[in-house]
């Protein structure tokens, strides 16, 4: 999945030719998951239709104050550049021409354009379209130093054949470039990036015979919404699940699926050494039966006793062996939540406790949302309102972000 997927992108086009290749930027944008809307100078009409930009964005698209469709000026409507600079979550001028990159720079506002430039407070990346002497020209290099000044982001020119005829640098970065340039900047920036985390989801299910096993309602849903979360924020993900109907095919999450609750002690000790992160969400079966029996057992009994044996306490052991990882775990509690959880985060070495209270409405298996209190090693305790498991994982990552830019 793209990093753009879900961002909000404003293009800005100006006046030049390359303005042509920006239906194909909008369409690349719109594959990779992007909501676009875009504005235009007045003279960049001339090398592309607002219609073609609009059709292909979904969106309607501005280059005035007002709404020229409108027949009297009485009847104008305003178009609101502040609304649409705080919109977005990353503005794009491409083409930048040598004027506007100049008014960009200096905030000489007589477009529209240049308006929302202004008030855009999201990143700001621009690419450059000129011919080659102008792009070398002392006042472009000036516009650049400037707009670099203001932390904008320049995508360089590509070299090649110009509109003049001559050839050199200056064209246009081609739009698959401008893609792979933003969508590797803004990985760059992720606070979690560099990071590697492991995340334990589902139930697991522990074999009495070849049909039949133990196990418990979890969904996996509050492990993978972690995972997932975290991949976005820019982190290696693995997560070991155990039997759950999600499935991922995120670019960043390693999905190591397993039954029971030693295959997944197994695959975390084998990356927990790797890991900065460990996130222990999965509803592991506290015992198993001593012995699978390798027959389909028969009901030929009345009564019929299975012997149980503990499960490894996966938590706890990584607990053990922990280093530099931050380790975090879950408890999920009928009473005395707040001592049972404190006295877990000491028995296994834990930094953060996610403790979740079965007497909560609307937390614990099989529901979209959950109510949770963190408990820190420090022993802060912070209680968090119900909200959605999403919100829940946002608030955990966040934790992890915290932890590491403190
Ligand atoms: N956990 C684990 N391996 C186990 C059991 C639990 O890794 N065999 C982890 C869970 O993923 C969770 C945490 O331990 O992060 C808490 O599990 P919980 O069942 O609430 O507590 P227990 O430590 O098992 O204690 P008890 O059931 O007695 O409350």
Known sequence: MSVLSGKKILLGISGGIAAYKTAHLVRLFIKAGAHVRVVMTPASKDFITPLTLSTLSKNPVYSSFYNEDEQTVDNAMWNNHVELGLWADLMLIAPATANTLSKMANGNCDNFLIACYLSAKCPVYFAPA??????????????????QQFGNIIIP?????????LSGEGRMAEPENILAFIEQDLSSRLPLKGKKILVTAGPTFEAIDPVRFIGNHSSGKMGFDIAICAADLGAQVVLV??????????????????????????ACHEFYSSV???????????????????????????????????TP???????????????????????????????????????????????????????????????????????KPLQSKELVALDIINKIIAHYHA
Do not use: W
Not at 284 to 299: E, H, L, W
Not at 359 to 370: E, H, I, L, M
């Open 241 to 266: 699940s155990g039997p759950t109907q999600f499935e991922t095919n995120h670019a960043h999450i390693q999905l190591i699926k397993v039954i029971s609750a030693q295959e997944m002690y197994q």
């Open 276 to 310: 900065d992160v460990a996130i222990c969400a999965a509803a592991v079966a506290d015992y198993r039966p001593k012995t699978i029996a390798r027959q389909k057992i028969k009901k030929n009994a009345s009564e019929f006793h299975i012997e149980l044996e503990k």
């Open 157 to 165: 020119a590509e070299s090649g054949e110009l509109a003049s005829g």
């Open 130 to 147: 000129m011919d080659l002497d102008m792009y070398k020209h002392p006042s472009t290099l000036a516009s650049f130093h400037s707009l």
């Open 313 to 383: 306490d996966i938590l706890a052991s990584l607990g053990k062996i922990k280093q530099h990882q931050f380790l975090i775990g879950f408890a999920l509690e009928t009473e005395n939540e707040i001592e049972n959880a404190q006295l877990k985060i000491q028995k296994k070495n834990l930094d953060l406790i996610v403790l979740n209270s079965l007497r909560d409405p609307g937390s614990g298996f099989g529901v979209a949302t959950n109510q949770v209190t963190f408990i820190d090693k420090q022993n802060n305790i912070e209680p």
